[in-house]
């Protein structure tokens, strides 16, 4: 899977506020900048405008992926928000995860997911909003789990200010965040697997709606599918049952 990059924000001794933030400046400043490749492997990183999102959810997105500078919601099934993970890292953009514990590592590696391109904040602290201000300076996504926190809108603005400066995206889940540009739902619908109801489970059916400030709500089906070597985004009319494994999907 390659090192996992995790920032150890608890501890015995817990640093300061300020020392952490520096701690994060000092590693960002470390990370590649965005088109540069890694000296170990490099890889193209996306200079365009849009950041990657799996094929199904390109779809029902009007520029076919996550508009660069925009603040996302995501609601529903973890699962959805994975997938976007798995597809911003595997093109070759760093990600960094903060306050969401129940985000699967192992479904995001089996999705294509570059976890060496991944920070880990699981304990951010009293103020995670902050944490995510800064980590927007060096990362493509920044996912913010706000533990169901209200945000008030000046702050939203400020921070939605610096993701467009930098050129990042913010997705923002469980809590409330008013002005995103895009918001969306994932539902399970369905299960597939083997055995008449005895056998494992090989494939999961999200309904998803997007829906965002220019354009109307759009809602479509894709299968999450475990195959033999990794787990694959389809759309839900043209899932192929001959490529399922029947491995259960670790979601």
Same mark, same amino acid.
């Given at each position: 899977? !390659?090192?996992?990059?995790?920032?150890?924000? =608890?501890?015995?001794?817990? /640093?300061?506020?300020?020392?952490?933030?520096?701690?994060?400046?000092?590693? *960002?400043?470390?990370?590649?900048?965005? $088109?540069?490749?890694?000296?170990?492997? /490099?890889?193209?990183?996306?200079?365009?405008?849009?950041?990657?999102?799996?094929?199904?959810?390109?779809?029902?997105?009007?520029?076919?992926?996550?508009?660069?500078? &925009?603040?996302?919601?995501?609601?529903?099934?973890?699962?959805?928000? *994975?997938?976007?993970?798995?597809?911003?890292?595997?093109?070759?953009?760093?990600?960094?995860?903060?306050?969401?514990?129940?985000?699967?590592?192992?479904?995001?590696?089996?999705? $294509?997911?570059? #976890?060496?391109?991944? +920070?880990?904040?699981?304990?951010? !602290?009293?103020?995670?909003v902050e944490i995510a201000a800064v980590l927007l300076d060096g990362m493509d996504l920044?996912?913010? $789990? #706000?533990?169901?926190?209200s945000v008030p809108p000046s702050r939203t603005r400020a921070v939605a200010a610096r993701?467009? &400066?930098?050129?990042?995206?913010?997705?923002?889940?469980?809590?409330? @965040? =008013? $002005?995103?540009?895009?918001?969306? =739902? +994932?539902?399970? &619908?369905?299960?597939?697997?083997?055995?008449? !109801?005895?056998?494992?489970?090989?494939?999961?059916?999200?309904?998803?709606? +997007?829906?965002?400030?220019?354009?109307? +709500?759009?809602?479509?089906?894709?299968?999450?599918?475990?195959?033999?070597?990794? *787990?694959? @985004?389809?759309?839900? =009319?043209?899932?192929?049952? &001959?490529?399922?494994?029947?491995?259960?999907?670790?979601?």
């Amino acid at each position: 899977m !390659g090192e996992l990059a995790e920032f150890p924000l =608890d501890g015995a001794e817990r /640093p300061s506020r300020q020392e952490r933030l520096e701690s994060l400046r000092r590693r *960002i400043a470390a990370i590649p900048a965005r $088109g540069e490749p890694e000296r170990a492997a /490099p890889a193209d990183v996306p200079t365009g405008r849009l950041l990657p999102v799996p094929a199904p959810l390109a779809d029902v997105l009007p520029q076919g992926g996550l508009v660069r500078g &925009s603040v996302v919601s995501v609601s529903g099934a973890t699962s959805l928000l *994975i997938g976007i993970l798995a597809a911003a890292t595997a093109a070759g953009g760093h990600a960094a995860v903060i306050g969401h514990r129940r985000l699967s590592l192992l479904a995001a590696a089996e999705m $294509g997911a570059q #976890l060496q391109r991944v +920070a880990v904040i699981p304990d951010p !602290g009293p103020d995670p909003v902050e944490i995510a201000a800064v980590l927007l300076d060096g990362m493509d996504l920044v996912i913010l $789990g #706000l533990g169901g926190i209200s945000v008030p809108p000046s702050r939203t603005r400020a921070v939605a200010a610096r993701a467009r &400066s930098k050129g990042a995206v913010l997705i923002v889940v469980d809590g409330r @965040w =008013d $002005g995103a540009q895009v918001r969306l =739902d +994932a539902q399970v &619908s369905g299960y597939e697997g083997l055995g008449a !109801g005895r056998g494992r489970l090989c494939g999961t059916r999200l309904a998803v709606r +997007a829906q965002g400030r220019a354009f109307p +709500a759009r809602t479509t089906r894709m299968d999450v599918c475990a195959t033999r070597t990794r *787990i694959e @985004w389809t759309r839900a =009319d043209r899932v192929d049952s &001959s490529r399922r494994s029947g491995r259960p999907v670790a979601l």
